[in-house]
């Protein structure tokens, strides 16, 4: 575990406000901040739909990539109008760690969050290693 820095809580904070404006249906329930080294600030919301859903820390890395954003530093999802903090899923976990091994992940109660190593969320090794 890490100790929580004001960019993180900051991230918190972004993450939070997009949940509040963006989050207000049915259809997107959590939105994702995620941050670069250098700064940058990405975010996403989950998109909930019947033909299956995306997670919100998809849609963040697929704007960072999209944007030309190398590895990410920090990543928080949050619940709509930002009354919690989720931990990403373990498909999201993989994904997370694939794309940036370094991650630091925020995660427990909004109150008192703390911050994570990816790999320390992974739940199982992956089968295919």
Do not use: F, W, Y
């Amino acid at each position: 575990m890490t100790t929580m820095r004001d960019t993180d809580r900051a991230l918190v904070q972004a993450a939070s406000a997009v949940a509040k404006l963006r989050c207000r249906s049915a259809s997107h329930t959590l939105a994702a901040a995620a941050r670069t080294a250098e700064g940058r600030v990405l975010t996403g919301v989950n998109v909930v739909h019947r033909a299956g859903d995306t997670c919100a820390e998809v849609v963040a890395l697929g704007a960072a990539v999209t944007q030309g954003v190398g590895a990410l530093e920090t990543i928080v999802t949050v619940g709509d109008r930002g009354r919690t903090v989720i931990s990403p899923c373990e498909r999201c976990q993989r994904l997370l760690a694939d794309h940036s091994p370094s991650l630091r992940v925020i995660v427990g109660p909004v109150e008192d969050p703390r911050v994570v190593p990816v790999t320390e969320l992974l739940l199982t090794p992956d089968a295919a290693d």
